[in-house]
């Protein structure tokens, strides 16, 4: 018998919809009794109980903690959340676990009681694809509308579409049928961090034309550890925005361009001021293809693992 354990976080999956407004009720709606196969069982544990918003690191930690106190137990895990920072929770657990057993994550985007309601086809599907042997070391998954992603490309891309989850550049990993999971690509490895260090702040800019240095002056008087800049087109920010960034280079910050743009990857190609070739020279780090929010949890994690001088070869390669 497949044992699989749930671990519930809240999110529009546990949400009901009354008079317009989506709330959190004292019960989980989600009720799986009858759908499963007799030869797989679901344990079902409720550690935490918010709206993704709300979600922090030390909550993503507490994930973590909770799969691998539980790995020689459990041949799978599923974890419901919100879809809001989903993607996070699933980059944050893909570089710091180390498991084979299959770490699953999903949602919703309709709430239990509304018409056309995903959550819990999505919660069994995500059960289907725990179970499944050939879903074993490929990291977090992300299954939603009878697709998998890995946690390392997905993003959620609509607001309120049941197929907001989709995977710029590499598209899904693998899909659902009526009787079967199927994968067609591999999985690539992924460096793991072994600890995170809570109390270190790492910041996101997302460039726009004339951005100043405003916000680059409050990082520094803040004293952030890190940076994460999403800048134009292949990595280029206006040049109004140079001094501040200069600031935070001499107060030695870390400093990571991405690119604002979903598909595509960043490069040191343009030479004019604020281009990215001034900016490598300047020490500026290049992110080989993760969004804003993903680098920020990557450098998040380096700096609290590794030495400074050594995080440029954690994002390029």
Do not use: C, W
Not at 209 to 227: K, S
């Amino acid at each position: 018998m497949k044992r699989i354990l749930a671990v519930h976080t809240g999110g529009t999956i546990s949400m009901s919809e009354m008079d317009g407004v989506v709330r959190q009720g004292a019960e989980n709606p989600l009720n799986i009794g009858g759908h499963m196969p007799e030869d797989v069982r679901v344990e079902e544990i409720y550690p935490l109980k918010k709206p993704s918003p709300h979600i922090t690191v030390t909550d993503m930690d507490e994930l973590k903690r909770i799969i691998l106190e539980n790995e020689e137990s459990y041949d799978g895990f599923v974890i419901t959340h919100g879809t809001d920072t989903l993607e996070e929770t699933a980059y944050f657990l893909d570089i710091t676990l180390n498991i084979t057993p299959p770490v699953i994550i999903t949602g919703a985007m309709r709430s239990a009681n509304e018409i056309g309601s995903d959550g819990m086809y999505n919660y069994l599907s995500s059960i289907r694809v725990a179970t499944e042997a050939e879903s074993e070391n490929r990291g977090v998954l992300v299954v939603f509308n009878d697709e998998i992603h890995t946690a390392h490309s997905v993003t959620k891309t609509h607001t309120s579409n049941i197929a907001t989850f989709q995977s710029p550049n590499h598209g899904p990993v693998g899909f659902l049928t009526k009787q079967d999971v199927q994968y067609h690509h591999p999985v690539q490895p992924r460096l793991k961090f072994s600890k995170v260090d809570t109390d270190m702040k790492v910041g996101l800019i997302k460039t726009h034309v004339g951005l100043d240095g405003t916000f680059f002056n409050a990082l520094v008087q803040a004293d952030y550890d890190g940076l994460i800049i999403e800048a134009l087109g292949q990595g280029n920010i206006p040049p109004s925005a140079m001094p501040g960034l200069g600031q935070v280079l001499e107060a030695g910050i870390v400093t990571v361009i991405v690119s604002r743009s979903f598909n595509g990857i960043v490069g040191s190609y343009y030479d004019y001021h604020g281009g990215g070739y001034e900016l490598k020279s300047r020490g500026v780090i290049f992110s080989n293809g993760l969004n804003g929010q993903k680098a920020r949890l990557k450098l998040l994690l380096a700096l609290s693992n590794l030495e400074t001088h050594l995080i440029k070869d954690v994002f390029e390669h």
